[in-house]
């Protein structure tokens, strides 16, 4: 998927999990869940990530390939390991970020270039149905649903999460003046 569906996924679930009460919503919460649901791009040196750290990205790259060592189990373990030490640092922090790296390989495998969710131990790419190809119509016609899902879920846990208070109120309390 594109970074903007990245994004817009992960910054989505964190709302979901703030409505839900797992979260604060500050906006470090959300800075952490847009830079989770874009690291595992980070292997790639032509995605958001990757043009901004192309000293990391060029030779992951050329090293493993893309959606490979970033987008398995073993990517997984050291997101894992990279929130754990977020959470030390400020709290919360860490598991926004953790959702959005997670459901950045969620949304990968609806896709046809899927992920080698195994690899190092095997390279074979997993998809799941509908299987869209990456930056078409069909990606973003999957990602509406996804999306009012999530905001369906946000509005029945907590229905203030749609008011215009409810917003001026988080941004003057994260920003005093």
Same mark, same amino acid.
């Given at each position: 998927?594109?970074?903007?569906? =990245?994004?817009?996924? *992960?910054?989505? +679930? /964190? %709302?979901?999990?703030? @409505?839900?009460?797992? #979260?604060? !919503?500050?906006?470090?919460?959300?800075?952490?869940?847009?830079?989770?649901?874009?690291?595992?791009?980070?292997?790639?040196?032509?995605?958001?990530?990757?043009?901004?750290?192309?000293?990391?990205?060029?030779?992951?790259?050329?090293?493993?390939?893309?959606?490979?060592?970033? =987008?398995?189990?073993? *990517?997984?373990? +050291? /997101? %894992?390991?990279?929130? @754990?030490?977020?959470? #030390?640092? !400020?709290?919360?922090?860490?598991?926004?970020?953790?959702?959005?790296?997670?459901?950045?390989?969620?949304?990968?495998?609806?896709?046809?270039?899927?992920?080698?969710?195994?690899?190092?131990?095997?390279?074979?790419?997993?998809?799941?149905?509908?299987?869209?190809?990456?930056?078409?119509?069909?990606?973003?016609?999957?990602?509406?649903?996804?999306?009012?899902?999530?905001?369906?879920?946000?509005?029945?846990?907590?229905?203030?999460?749609?008011?215009?208070?409810?917003?001026?109120?988080?941004?003057?309390?994260?920003?005093?003046?």
């Amino acid at each position: 998927m594109m970074g903007r569906d =990245h994004i817009i996924i *992960g910054v989505g +679930a /964190a %709302t979901v999990a703030v @409505a839900a009460g797992f #979260l604060p !919503m500050t906006p470090q919460i959300i800075a952490a869940a847009t830079f989770g649901s874009l690291a595992p791009d980070i292997d790639h040196p032509q995605s958001s990530l990757g043009r901004l750290v192309p000293f990391i990205s060029e030779p992951l790259y050329r090293t493993v390939g893309h959606r490979t060592a970033t =987008h398995s189990t073993y *990517g997984i373990v +050291a /997101a %894992t390991i990279v929130a @754990a030490g977020l959470e #030390l640092v !400020m709290p919360f922090v860490g598991f926004a970020f953790l959702i959005g790296y997670v459901l950045h390989i969620g949304a990968d495998l609806l896709t046809k270039e899927g992920c080698a969710l195994l690899y190092p131990k095997n390279r074979r790419r997993y998809c799941f149905w509908p299987a869209v190809p990456t930056g078409s119509l069909g990606e973003t016609l999957t990602v509406i649903p996804i999306v009012l899902i999530m905001a369906a879920c946000s509005l029945a846990l907590n229905p203030q999460i749609f008011h215009s208070e409810y917003w001026i109120h988080l941004v003057r309390r994260s920003f005093p003046i």
